[in-house]
């Protein structure tokens, strides 16, 4: 089993900057590949970025340019840099996990685990 758990979530204005950590623990050898999707209010769940054991990464073209996904194997922790942040940015990010990477990242039904969520609010 898998337990992610999402953390550096708040609150922050239009153009200034957060990031996330996604902590993972248990069979941790199982996170092959990571990702990081957002929920917003009355909205349904969206891919943000992912990044594989190879250390590819990939974005939504939303946060392309703004924002950064990376991970500490060693901490078995992976990141969101998020910069530039805009109000349509609001919402609450969740960390997934799966073991294969052969599949899509963007697709949160290819993830095996995910965290409870962080809620990230941006002011205008």
């Known amino acids: 089993q898998v337990q992610l758990v999402e953390s550096g979530g708040g609150l922050v204005q239009a153009g200034g900057s957060l990031r996330l950590s996604c902590a993972a623990s248990?069979?941790?050898?199982?996170?092959?590949?990571m990702g990081w999707f957002r929920q917003a209010p009355g909205k349904e769940r969206e891919f943000v970025a992912a990044?594989?054991?190879?250390?590819?990464?990939y974005y939504a073209d939303s946060v392309k340019s703004r924002f950064t996904i990376s991970r500490d194997k060693a901490k078995n922790t992976v990141y969101l840099q998020m910069n530039s942040l805009k109000p349509e940015d609001t919402a609450v990010y969740y960390c997934?996990?799966?073991?294969?990477?052969?599949?899509?990242?963007?697709?949160?039904?290819?993830?095996?685990?995910w965290g409870q969520g962080t809620q990230v609010t941006v002011s205008s």
């Open positions: 997934a996990a799966k073991f294969s990477g052969a599949s899509s990242l963007d697709k949160g039904y290819e993830y095996d685990y």
């Open positions: 248990g069979r941790t050898s199982r996170t092959n590949d």
């Open positions: 990044i594989r054991r190879t250390g590819s990464t």
